[in-house]
């Protein structure tokens, strides 16, 4: 197989290929068009809190569009049913969402991508932590992989987040809510994380960005 990447193109050998494509919410001969919904090719138009255009009609989930993920149509459920409600939810951060793949080893990620927050302006402080360096890892004999994590150099707030290894769709957690509280660097390297844990590898991302790493 041969694929591109930025620094050109790379030829792969293997014995199984698994090409994953993504779902789309079944839309079709629900009448929607006559009832004037709008709609995009596959999905359809909704607002903050799962309104479409038409009085009363609600969507969510695989047919409200990307990203088509469980975690996501769950959270929209919520917000859409206490809107109708009459309460005041707070709307999804998409750029906040965890997409995470359950391979081996499991990879993860949120947020910006270092190539989308230089596009966007950012000047950034990238800092990595292999798994190699890992105390846990090692004792678990899982040591590929690392997290990377992408902070404003202005600021020091997270934009993004990324983890290739053992246990990476749970180490996730621990970085969304650092960013919906627009938590800085400091905020995550002076916080004092259990030893030994996978865990420990966020906060030593989070040093290494800063210069600060005592164990790479």
């Known amino acids: 197989m041969q694929v591109t990447a930025p620094e050109g193109k790379k030829q792969f050998t293997g014995e199984i290929g698994l090409m994953a494509v993504g779902v789309q919410g079944n839309i079709e001969n629900m009448g929607l068009e006559a009832a004037g919904v709008r709609m995009e090719p596959g999905w359809i138009q909704v607002d903050d809190f799962g309104r479409t255009n038409v009085k009363d009609v609600y969507a969510i989930g695989d047919v409200a569009g990307p990203p088509w993920l469980a975690h996501v149509a769950s959270k929209e459920g919520i917000v859409c049913v206490e809107s109708i409600a009459g309460k005041s939810p707070q709307p999804i951060d998409y750029d906040n969402i965890p997409g ?4 081996q080893p499991q990879v993860a990620s949120l947020g910006m991508t270092e190539e989308r927050a230089i596009a966007e ?3 950034l402080k990238v800092g990595r932590f292999p798994f190699s360096a890992s105390g ?14 992408i902070f404003d150099a202005k600021y020091g707030e997270l934009l993004g987040a990324h983890i290739l290894g053992s246990e990476a769709t749970e180490m996730i957690a621990e970085l969304g809510v650092a960013k919906t509280l627009e938590t800085t660097a400091p905020g995550i390297f002076n916080t004092v994380h259990a030893h030994p844990t996978l865990a ?9 960005a800063y210069g600060h790493s005592i164990h790479i």
């Not at 846990?136 to 690392?146: D, F, N, Q, S, V």
């Not at 420990?200 to 290494?208: D, Q």
């Open 136 to 149: 846990k890892a090692r004792a678990i004999g899982e040591t590929e992989g690392l997290v990377k994590l």
């Open 121 to 123: 302006g950012h000047e």
């Open 200 to 208: 420990e590898a966020v906060m030593e991302a989070a040093e290494n």
């Open 100 to 103: 995470c793949t359950y391979c």
